[in-house]
T-cell receptor, first 112, second 112 residues
Framework: QKEVEQDPGPLSVPEGAIVSLNCTYS??????FMWYRQYSRKGPELLMY????GNKEDGRFTAQVDKSSKYISLFIRDSQPSDSATYLC????????????FGKGTRLSVIA | EAQVTQNPRYLITVTGKKLTVTCSQN?????MSWYRQDPGLGLRQIYY???????DKGDVPEGYKVSRKEKRNFPLILESPSPNQTSLYFC???????????FGDGTRLSIL
């Protein structure tokens, strides 16, 4: 079983839809969880950074972590064509000791 | 503006011709990494450096070299490039291992 699993998509939704992106993981030691957005021909940029379980909201974006199920989600409300990108999850066990482990990314298209 | 700068952005070259991809960050970050991104394989870490003169192998180090003589710079060296090193390369920096990383905009290398 891979350490981090992420459905590659592509996922296509109409403008205004609620988007749900997910990752599952196997390492119960993961404590820090991140979501990155990557536009075509650009590097990944950090969207959300959360510690342990729970929710974090930033504008139209909500990150959820369920450590009991080893499952993290990113929700995008009122999706816009500008949200079209690849979304990568990433996680780490202890910040100063272990490197980030990335999911392979989900490609999202929001159709106007 | 906080940034990670890679050069060149694009390079087409031939097998065996040594090349260097430069990476510079202006955030005074201690930790820097190189990744390659391939379709279906996601981001894979090549090498990382926890500080000046301290480097270590990531998941896919074969065929690559790095050096860290100054805190801000972390060049990636391909001594004898081969076609299987054709890929999209990203440099990243962060305050510490496992912390959110700041990525450059990538270098697309084609080795013929």
């Amino acid at each position: 079983q891979k350490e981090v699993e992420q459905d590659p998509g592509p996922l296509s939704v109409p403008e205004g839809a609620i988007v749900s992106l997910n990752c599952t993981y196997s390492n119960s030691a993961f404590q820090y969880f991140m979501w990155y957005r990557q536009y075509s021909r650009k590097g990944p940029e950090l969207l959300m950074y959360t510690y342990s379980s729970g929710n974090k909201e930033d504008g139209r974006f909500t990150a959820q972590v369920d450590k009991s199920s080893k499952y993290i989600s990113l929700f995008i409300r009122d999706s816009q064509p500008s949200d079209s990108a690849t979304y990568l999850c990433a996680m780490s066990a202890v910040p100063r000791n272990t490197p980030l482990v990335f999911g392979k990314g989900t490609r999202l298209s929001v159709i106007a | 503006e906080a940034q990670v700068t890679q050069n060149p952005r694009y390079l087409i070259t031939v097998t065996g011709k040594k090349l260097t991809v430069t990476c510079s960050q202006n955030m005074n970050h201690e930790y820097m990494s190189w990744y390659r991104q391939d379709p279906g394989l996601g981001l894979r870490q090549i090498y990382y450096s926890m500080n000046v003169e301290v480097t270590d192998k990531g998941d896919v180090p074969e065929g690559y070299k790095v050096s860290r003589k100054e805190k801000r710079n972390f060049p990636l060296i391909l001594e004898s490039p081969s076609p299987n090193q054709t890929s999209l390369y990203f440099c990243a920096s962060t305050l510490g291992v496992g912390q959110p990383q700041h990525f450059g905009d990538g270098t697309r290398l084609s080795i013929l």
